[in-house]
């Protein structure tokens, strides 16, 4: 079953610093988390992300799961090193801490599996899994499908997301039963005057005209 975790806010641990490693921490990116990466060294892709804020580093020589004394507040571990025995002793210590944890070259033991992702400017994400049968093939069917993804979505798309998100939080205090905010929400996506602003990329005008419809309607 894929669950989108709520992590924003969260601290999540990310112990190796190869390619899977950096996938996972791009995966995150999006998420709002606390990022922090466990690792003797760094590649280039994570250098530069931890030199321009985005995520902390804690550099170690990864031995066992005892390195995650070093840490509070953790929601969850990724143990994406090159090593298999000790990705199972990092999962096993980090299980007895109470933390989800998860081992990239071996599902069996993780609390979940991490699909391959496509991430579409940090407002759609499309999971593909396999259940953790093959993570080949997940990232495999990833590469044909965004694609596809990336021509069917459209900029005026994920602006319509970003002028519902806006959207809510002003509905709130002027509608008070949930179908109305409901039907509000989806006269603005129908709308064809919305929709021709938006194709324009002028998302604040399109705000301004929802929001005349919703001080009218109140």
Request: charged content about 35%; some cysteine.
């Amino acid at each position: 079953m894929i669950v989108d975790l709520n992590l924003r806010g969260k601290r999540v641990l990310v112990v190796g610093a190869g390619h899977e490693a950096e996938r996972k921490v791009e995966a995150l990116l999006s998420q709002g988390c606390e990022i922090v990466v466990v690792a003797q060294d760094l590649g280039e892709r994570l250098e530069a992300l931890w030199q321009g804020g985005k995520i902390k580093v804690k550099k170690v020589v990864v031995k066992s799961g005892g390195f995650l004394d070093y840490f509070d507040r953790l929601t969850v571990v990724m143990a994406v090193t090159d090593d298999r025995e000790i990705n199972r002793k990092i999962v096993e210590a980090a299980r007895k801490r109470g933390i989800y944890t998860y081992a990239a070259d071996d599902p069996a033991i993780s609390d979940f599996s991490h699909p391959a992702v496509i991430n579409l400017h940090d407002k759609v994400q499309i999971a593909i899994s396999t259940g953790g049968m093959s993570p080949l093939m997940a990232r495999t069917l990833r590469e044909k499908a965004e694609k596809v993804f990336t021509e069917m979505i459209r900029k005026e798309d994920l602006l319509q997301i970003e002028l519902q998100d806006r959207l809510r939080g002003e509905i709130k205090g002027l509608l008070q039963r949930p179908e109305e905010r409901k039907e509000f929400l989806v006269r603005v996506l129908r709308s064809a005057e919305i929709r021709g602003l938006l194709s324009e990329n002028r998302l604040d005008e399109a705000e301004r005209c929802a929001l005349g419809w919703l001080k009218n309607s109140a």
